[in-house]
Structures are given as structure tokens and as C-alpha cells.
């Protein structure tokens, strides 16, 4: 693949286990990736802008047209037609570069494949009304040396973190009461936090702050347990926010979203959850995984009722 070829292709060989990425092609100044994942049965092509490894500020408009074709059948191409904007929101600091589509025609179902079969997978991308593509990436926040707003010190891992009451407090009622209530940790210039693991701690704490570290699948369920036990919902929120958008989190695996809304009580991603069992053997599949001790009771009422409902629809009464 050339620099500035606006044609990326991923051809797979075996189709059992399947995720193939290709390597970064740049196109029009942009750096570009298409991956391509079996979920569920099917072939989900995700074309992926990398922007947002060099850049703080960012944002183009995408063109880009999808072709696959299953060249052990000799099947016609399966095409389809993207338009999207992709971008880095500073203030929420998601990324929103990711779009997903399911190739479900023409024989493209996974389970019907030749395992010998070859399928190629093609993205022509167009990039138009860019900027941003010369800023520099915002680096995370310095916490091991003191800074003008730094006023305590949390000790995670014998390592000393500067931190500033007045962030951390407006954030967390954990630290707001620690900080500012009625124990002896007010008035301490050191405090030590056990049973916290520091690189997961940092990762919290640039969030709480606002740099450019992103919740992403390698860190989502650890920001989760630190911000509950931190009593930090903006985090618990975000965090769930991008378990919700399916752009994103295209390779999380959907057991693990269910055991995670119900341990955290993330009642909108429960229902998410939910809504995407189409089958019954699917709630039957939950029930003898390793994810199912982890359901709340109301929710497996909810998934027996799905059960019977899909029961009742397939003509059974």
C-alpha cells in the first residue's frame, strides 16, 4: 500500500477467529486503518481514522465506498456507501472516528463459509474539509512533580502523586469528603490510598483532569471499578456512554457489557444489552457462560420474558 492511495484492501484467508487489520495507509494527509471482525455470525468492516494518535485537535468529512466479495463462490461484490464526519471532542474525549457496517448478503455469513474460502474486503476513501492535521498530540497530566494548582499529595504504590484538592473534590464525593470532611486526612499533606494498582490510578486521574487519554476497551472496566469505589459518576457515566456507542466499542464482547452493567448498575446499558438478543438460543448461551452468576435477579426474569417472547413469535403458543 502507497502513501496517499485512497484504496485499502484486506484479504482474508481463513475465516475462523477472524479479526485482520491493515496497515495504516495515509490518505490525504490523514492516517487510515480497516479492520475486519467476525461478530455474531458476520463480517463487520470498520474503517477507522489514527488521527487521534498525533493529533489534539482534529477533524475531516469521509467518503468511502465498502466493497466485499467472497472470491472462493465467486459471489458479486457486496457494496455499500459511508459518509461520515470524524473528529476528537476535547470536552467530552471521545472518539468518534469509528463507523461500523455488517455485510449480511450474498453469502457473506461467516457460518457458510468455506473454511478454505478467501473473501477480500476494499475501502476507497475520499477526505475532504480537514483540519487540524498539523497540532500536536496534549500529553497527560504531569502528576509526579508539583505544579501551581497541586496543594496534596496522594502516595498509590509508594509513588507520590501532586494532585489538587479542589479538582479532585469537585469530581468525587470520595475526595470531597476526605478532603474537606471531618477526619484526620484533611489536614494530612500526604495521604496514601491502598489497594490501588498506579497506572491504573493515572488513567482515572487523567480523566478526572481532562487531557487526552480516552476510555477504550483496554481500560473500561478497571475506570469503572476506580470510579465507582471513587464515587466519581462523571467517569461512571462516560464509561458507560461508550459501552453504549457500538462505533466504538465494536470488540467488546457483549457478556462482558452485560456483567459490567450489572455490577455497576448501569441501568441504560442493561436495556441495550438486552435488546440485542435476537434468538433464543442466545439467552440460552448467556445462561451457561461464566457471565451469568453475575446477572442481577431482575434481569434474568427480563431475559426468561425475551424468551418467551421470541418463543411466542416463531409461531409457538
Known amino acids: 500500500l502507497g502513501d496517499d492511495s485512497n484504496v485499502i484492501r484486506v484479504r482474508i484467508k481463513d475465516v475462523k477467529g477472524l479479526e485482520v ?57 457486496d457494496s455499500k456507501k459511508l459518509d ?44 475532504e474539509g480537514k483540519s487540524g492535521d498539523r497540532c500536536r498530540i496534549l500529553e497527560t497530566f504531569d502528576f509526579f512533580s508539583p505544579s501551581k494548582i497541586s496543594d496534596v499529595i496522594l502516595i ?34 500526604e495521604i496514601t490510598l491502598e489497594d490501588v494498582e498506579l497506572d491504573e490510578f493515572l488513567i482515572l486521574m487523567n480523566l478526572i483532569y481532562g487531557t487526552e487519554v480516552a476510555i477504550d476497551e483496554s481500560n473500561v472496566e478497571f475506570v469503572l471499578k476506580l470510579a465507582d469505589r471513587f464515587h466519581v459518576k462523571r467517569i ?13 466499542n465494536l470488540n467488546m464482547d457483549l457478556y462482558d457489557k452485560i456483567r459490567l452493567s450489572c455490577q455497576y448498575n448501569l441501568a441504560t446499558l442493561q436495556d441495550q444489552c438486552l435488546s440485542q438478543f435476537d434468538e433464543i438460543y442466545e439467552i440460552v448461551e448467556l445462561r451457561d457462560s461464566d457471565a451469568y452468576q453475575f446477572l442481577t435477579e ?20
Request: proline content about 1%; glycine content about 6%.
Open 84 to 127: 461520515k464526519v470524524f473528529g476528537r471532542d476535547k470536552k467530552s474525549h471521545t472518539t468518534v472516528f469509528y463507523y461500523s457496517t455488517t455485510a449480511r448478503s450474498r453469502g457473506l455469513r461467516v457460518s457458510n463459509l468455506n473454511n478454505e474460502g478467501s473473501i477480500l474486503v476494499e475501502a476507497t476513501i475520499c477526505v
Open 298 to 317: 431482575e434481569l434474568k426474569v427480563n431475559l426468561f420474558e425475551k424468551m418467551i417472547s421470541l418463543w411466542k413469535a416463531n409461531g409457538n403458543r
Open 236 to 248: 461512571m457515566d462516560a464509561a458507560e456512554n461508550w459501552m453504549l456507542d457500538d462505533d466504538s
Open 156 to 189: 498509590v504504590e509508594e509513588k507520590k502523586l501532586h494532585v489538587s484538592r479542589q479538582i479532585l473534590a469537585r469530581h468525587s464525593s470520595y475526595f470531597e469528603t476526605l478532603f474537606y470532611g471531618d477526619f484526620k486526612e484533611s489536614k494530612l499533606s
Open 21 to 77: 487489520k491493515s496497515e495504516v495507509n495515509r490518505i490525504n494527509g490523514f492516517p487510515w486503518m480497516l479492520t475486519v471482525t467476525r461478530r455474531s455470525g458476520y463480517l463487520h468492516v470498520n474503517v477507522g481514522c489514527e488521527k487521534w494518535r498525533e493529533s489534539a485537535v482534529w477533524r475531516c468529512k469521509m467518503n468511502a465506498a465498502i466493497t466485499v466479495v467472497n472470491e472462493s463462490e465467486g459471489a458479486k461484490p
